[in-house]
Nanobody, 114 residues
């Protein structure tokens, strides 16, 4: 059973940056694509970035050019560098496989203020 633990969220002003981390247990991490998802209040959870086991990345149009996903397979960790944050980036951020076949972690809250 893979467990996911997200961290790194917080309160930041618009235009600022945050780096999220997701630590995963289990050796399966190294062979699966991973993604960062987010859920804003009253909205459905959405995929914002993904990365294959080989490092190929993909981004939602809303974050392209501002967010960067990366992974360290030796540490079983996936990261999300978020720059030029906007008010609309406020959400709880989760990591999961892509597609999301694993149990969800608790997520990490990102709040962008004006």
């Amino acid at each position: 059973q893979v467990q996911l633990v997200e961290s790194g969220g917080g309160l930041v002003q618009a235009g600022g940056s945050l780096r999220l981390s997701c630590s995963a247990s289990g050796s399966i991490f190294r062979i699966i694509a991973m993604g960062w998802y987010r859920q804003a209040p009253g909205k459905q959870r959405e995929l914002v970035a993904s990365i294959t086991s080989g490092g190929t990345t993909n981004y939602a149009d809303s974050v392209k050019g501002r967010f960067t996903i990366s992974r360290d397979n030796a540490k079983n960790t996936v990261y999300l560098q978020m720059n030029s944050l906007k008010l609309e980036d406020t959400a709880v951020y989760y990591c999961n496989a892509q597609p999301a076949i694993l149990s969800w972690g608790q997520g990490t809250q990102v709040t962008v203020s004006s």
